[in-house]
């Protein structure tokens, strides 16, 4: 096990416990079974578990058994560079780059609009066809619209495609 892993994961669990204290903070909704706190809970305890893991090694094993056989069927690798090619290491800044286009473009175009730009964004960079990531978009962001407007009732930027519901 490395140094970094440990740190890493004892990094993550301390996220976890400061996502789940936060949460534990938020005042409940009157009238509501499921407060504001549920999600920011459920999530918390899901970086600390994912956290510990990281941190004590566990699946670590697999990681080895699955490279060890790697290296039985393809053989030792060949002129093998330990820097990933710029499309990769650029790949890292889409996350935050889709979150900043989010914010910045969400109340002019509305939720739906920026939402199947993300998904396609997102989709394509990561090797989706264009035949996929198209009804990704598409289909993925109204049922994100009905899950956050109807069940969890969070009011969504409607822009310019207000929904009939």
Same mark, same amino acid.
């Given at each position: 096990? !490395?140094?970094?892993?440990?740190?890493? $994961?004892?990094?993550? *669990?301390?996220?976890?416990?400061?996502?789940?204290? $936060?949460?534990?903070?938020?005042?409940?909704? %009157? $009238?509501?079974? +499921?407060?504001?706190?549920?999600?920011?809970?459920?999530? $918390?305890?899901?970086?600390?578990?994912?956290?510990?893991?990281?941190?004590?090694?566990?699946?670590?094993? &697999?990681?080895?058994?699955?490279? =060890?056989?790697?290296? =039985? +069927?393809?053989? %030792?690798?060949?002129? *093998?560079?330990?820097?990933?090619?710029?499309?990769?290491?650029?790949?890292?800044?889409? %996350? #935050?780059?889709?979150?900043? &286009?989010?914010?910045?473009?969400?109340?002019?175009?509305?939720?739906? #609009?920026?939402?199947?730009?993300?998904? &396609? +964004? =997102?989709?394509?960079? &990561?090797?989706?066809?264009?035949?996929?990531?198209?009804?990704? *978009? *598409?289909?993925?962001?109204?049922?994100? !619209?009905?899950?956050?407007?109807?069940?969890?009732?969070?009011?969504?930027?409607?822009?310019?495609? #207000?929904? #009939?519901?």
């Amino acid at each position: 096990m !490395h140094l970094s892993d440990r740190i890493t $994961g004892s990094f993550v *669990a301390t996220l976890g416990v400061l996502t789940a204290y $936060g949460g534990s903070q938020l005042p409940p909704v %009157p $009238g509501q079974d +499921v407060g504001p706190s549920a999600f920011p809970i459920l999530i $918390g305890v899901g970086l600390i578990l994912c956290g510990l893991m990281i941190a004590l090694g566990i699946g670590r094993s &697999f990681e080895e058994e699955a490279e =060890a056989d790697l290296a =039985a +069927v393809e053989g %030792p690798p060949q002129n *093998a560079s330990t820097t990933a090619p710029l499309t990769s290491r650029l790949r890292a800044l889409l %996350p #935050p780059g889709l979150l900043l &286009f989010y914010v910045v473009v969400v109340d002019r175009l509305g939720f739906i #609009p920026t939402a199947a730009i993300m998904i &396609f +964004v =997102a989709a394509s960079a &990561f090797g989706a066809r264009l035949r996929v990531a198209l009804p990704l *978009a *598409a289909f993925a962001s109204i049922v994100i !619209h009905l899950i956050f407007y109807k069940l969890l009732r969070v009011p969504l930027p409607a822009g310019l495609l #207000p929904m #009939p519901w």
